[in-house]
Nanobody, 121 residues
Framework: QVQLVESGGELVQAGGSLRLSCAAS????????MGWFRQAPGKEREFVAA????????AYADPVKGRFTISRDSAYNTVYLQMNSLKPEDTAVYYC??????????????WGQGTQVTVSS
């Protein structure tokens, strides 16, 4: 597996913004899509967003459409999730993973530590 490290999460007030990062140090992600997932306490992990290897195609879960934007750097070794107009229901641990481009299911079965996003009312 490729070790992925998420960062950028913190406590913010509703309506605020955060940018999360997912990095694979010393290498690129290759020509494969990357995705963001999140898991709230007591809930199942759910898909949030995905981006193609060239950054042209993106996909979003309905709850975050229009508020979140997934992007990548030019070297494709870091993927970002810009989160605007945050809501308390966005509170979760956010993870990244390689995804299959048909159904956006995660490829690697080992997850990193994730990064905690907490949105206060």
């Amino acid at each position: 597996q490729v070790q992925l490290v998420e960062s950028g999460g913190e406590l913010v007030q509703a309506g605020g913004s955060l940018r999360l990062s997912c990095a694979a140090s010393g290498r690129t992600f290759g020509n494969y899509p990357m995705g963001w997932f999140r898991q709230a306490p007591g809930k199942e992990r759910e898909f949030v967003a995905a981006i193609s290897w060239n950054g042209i195609m993106t996909a979003y879960a309905d709850p975050v459409k229009g508020r979140f934007t997934i992007s990548r750097d030019s070297a494709y070794n870091t993927v970002y999730l810009q989160m605007n107009s945050l809501k308390p229901e966005d509170t979760a641990v956010y993870y990244c993973n390689f995804v299959y481009n048909i159904n956006y299911r995660p490829v690697q079965d080992s997850w990193g530590q994730g990064t905690q996003v907490t949105v206060s009312s």
